[in-house]
């Protein structure tokens, strides 16, 4: 079982993984070659979605549980997928699964980027949706 999450969005943030899967975790640099993130239209929050010549950066999360990764994929949601991926960390590649975009709702991804900072001042306002 691959014990490795591969986090781009919301969950590099300790605050959100805390109040999840009920901690925090070391976290690496690493990107994800072959995908693109925007924000998903009508929501706060991001998806990926495959584009050859696209790169996400994020975070690598070392050893979850079985019952956290099902935490997770409540979480997550029926917008998302578990996949299992490639990512880079330093000059290696590493095995772990990151949360893509179901193929159904991926025209949902629009092409505005999305980032920490921006979901910051958005999490100041009144939440408009949920998940």
Known sequence: M????FVYGTLQLPEITQRVVGCEFETLPAVLSGYRCGLVQRADFPGIVPCAESV????????LSPQQI?????????????????????????LAWVYSIVPWAR???SKIPWSIGWYRTQSRKPRLTYR
Request: no cysteine; proline share 0%; aromatic share 8%.
């Open 70 to 94: 099902a935490r997770l994929d409540r979480y997550e949601g029926e917008l998302y997928q578990r996949i299992q991926v490639h990512v880079k960390v330093d000059a290696e590649f590493q």
């Open 2 to 5: 691959i014990k490795k999450l």
């Open 56 to 63: 996400v950066k994020g975070a690598l999360l070392h050893d």
């Open 107 to 109: 025209g949902r991804v």
